[in-house]
């Protein structure tokens, strides 16, 4: 199983990104596919989880209502589509995957991308 993630950027404040993960080696329709971030000295921060296909989708309070995860299963992609983006958004962001139901904790996910930076500025 790889992952490939994608899209990150310089961005101002208000703006929006969109990050991609190519996923790879399986079909993923039934795993979970999230999103975390981190910046440094930090602990990893869950963001958003898709639990399968078709299926719920979790997002942290802070993202709630202004990021997106959707996946693409004839692409084996997971993206996620991020608006009104604020400083405080800015860290390296990690898609994820793990066939059980892992959803916040990162410690249970099996599978990583390489990581992509996403910087807001004010």
């Known amino acids: 199983v790889q992952l490939q993630a994608s899209g990150g950027g310089l961005v101002q404040a208000g703006g929006s990104l969109r990050l991609s993960c190519a996923a790879s080696?399986?079909?993923?329709?039934?795993?979970?596919l999230g999103w975390f971030r981190q910046v440094p000295g930090k602990e990893r921060e869950f963001v958003a989880a898709?639990?399968?296909?078709?299926?719920?989708?979790y997002y942290a309070d802070s993202v709630k209502g202004r990021f997106t995860i959707s996946r693409d299963n004839a692409k084996n992609t997971v993206q996620l589509q991020m608006n009104s983006l604020k400083p405080e958004d800015t860290a390296v962001y990690y898609c994820?995957?793990?066939?059980?139901?892992?959803?916040?904790?990162?410690?249970?996910?099996?599978?990583w991308g390489q990581g992509t930076l996403v910087t807001v500025s004010s």
């Open positions: 898709s639990i399968w296909s078709g299926g719920p989708t």
């Open positions: 994820a995957a793990d066939p059980r139901s892992s959803y916040p904790n990162y410690r249970l996910y099996g599978y």
């Open positions: 080696g399986r079909t993923f329709s039934m795993w979970t």
